[in-house]
């Protein structure tokens, strides 16, 4: 009889959507839920809304290698839920990574997205700062992946004199291995 996976370890794989077990699959934020010690959900409790709805967007837009970087996350998100300050400052981040990333005009965007950018966020709304950042990514490559994973630590631990983290330039959004 084998062990089933667990949480603890890393034998569980992160996949892209929500999922409605472990035994189906786990996205980075039902694998924090579950790390969390709280009923099994794409929405835990622990998690800084911001941080959550950040992870939810990109957890489905990457591949499947560099999903399993996201694993890391799952812990560390625990016990983000903070005041109200903190969850303004890391909207302004998210606002502040996106305008620098698609600084460079159309050319910076993913060309599978061809909706015109959205109106001005307002600091206090995570969910349209998410869609700024992912209107405003690329194809998600190596460089890229390692500027929102930069800006993910941002997130987690947020100060506000080190100014936003930066986004990939235009020489870093280029086809890239791993």
Do not use: K
Not at 25 to 46: I, Q, T
Not at 71 to 82: L, V
Request: aromatic share 4%; hydrophobic share 30%; glycine share 6%.
């Amino acid at each position: 009889m084998s062990a089933q996976p667990t949480h603890q370890e890393r034998p569980i794989r992160l996949s892209r959507g929500r999922h409605t077990s472990p035994e189906v699959g786990v996205c980075v934020m039902e694998l924090a839920s579950m790390r969390a010690g709280e009923r099994f959900s794409d929405h835990p409790r622990a998690v800084s809304p911001t941080i959550g709805c950040f992870l939810r967007c990109y957890n489905d837009l990457i591949d499947d290698d560099r999903r399993q970087d996201l694993w890391q996350y799952a812990g560390r998100i625990i016990a983000t839920a903070d005041q109200p300050e903190l969850e303004r400052l890391r909207v302004q981040r998210l606002i502040a990574w996106a305008d620098q990333a698609s600084a460079g005009g159309p050319a910076n965007r993913c060309p599978h997205r061809r909706q015109p950018r959205r109106a001005n966020p307002r600091p206090d709304d995570p969910e349209s700062a998410v869609q700024r950042v992912v209107d405003s990514l690329w194809r998600p490559l190596d460089q890229t992946h390692s500027s929102v994973l930069a800006l993910l630590d941002e997130l987690i631990d947020p100060q506000p004199s080190n100014g936003p983290p930066a986004a990939p330039s235009d020489s870093q959004l280029t086809i890239g291995t791993r």
